[in-house]
């Protein structure tokens, strides 16, 4: 069993936290405005999963990879998602840009908390700054939320 001693936020705290992802989402979005559509694939590896966006949650990030177009990042994605299905048990999707992978047995111990903590693994595919919601085409995306689905 892997244990890591990390401190953690607060149940009060995550009222807090979500607003101020909300903010960043947003001002993240309205920066990349001015630039061509890029796609990124990043990968986490945290006590919450990918798609909550806590601050700071950039420390969380493992690996990163940027895209120019949405074939090249949906195709990194799809082999990301194929290779920790494989290494992990469970899995959990948000819509289709967000995924988190876990094993029961991954955990850290929270100081703050005074408990110990499920680790995962995230997946989230962004544009443009933001979570991919919606792809390039419907057919894209049937496809993307099939591969998701179906194990």
């Not at 920066?31 to 700071?56: C, H, L, Q, Y």
């Amino acid at each position: 069993m892997h244990r890591r001693t990390r401190t953690c936020l607060r149940p009060g705290d995550k009222i807090e936290m979500f607003c101020i992802s909300l903010i960043f989402l947003y001002n993240l979005g309205r920066r990349s405005g001015n630039m061509e559509s890029k796609w990124k694939v990043i990968k986490t590896k945290s006590d919450a999963e990918p798609w909550w966006f806590f601050e700071n949650w950039e420390r969380d990030i493992v690996e990163e990879w940027s895209f120019d177009n949405d074939v090249e990042a949906i195709e990194k994605y799809k082999e990301q998602i194929h290779h920790h299905r494989s290494h992990y048990p469970n899995m959990k999707a948000k819509h289709i840009h967000s995924i988190a992978f876990w094993n029961p047995e991954e955990i850290e111990f929270c100081e703050a908390c005074d408990d110990d903590l499920q680790l995962f693994i995230g997946l989230i595919l962004f544009k443009d700054g933001k979570p991919a919601e919606h792809l390039p085409s419907n057919e894209l995306t049937e496809d993307l939320r099939d591969y998701i689905t179906n194990r």
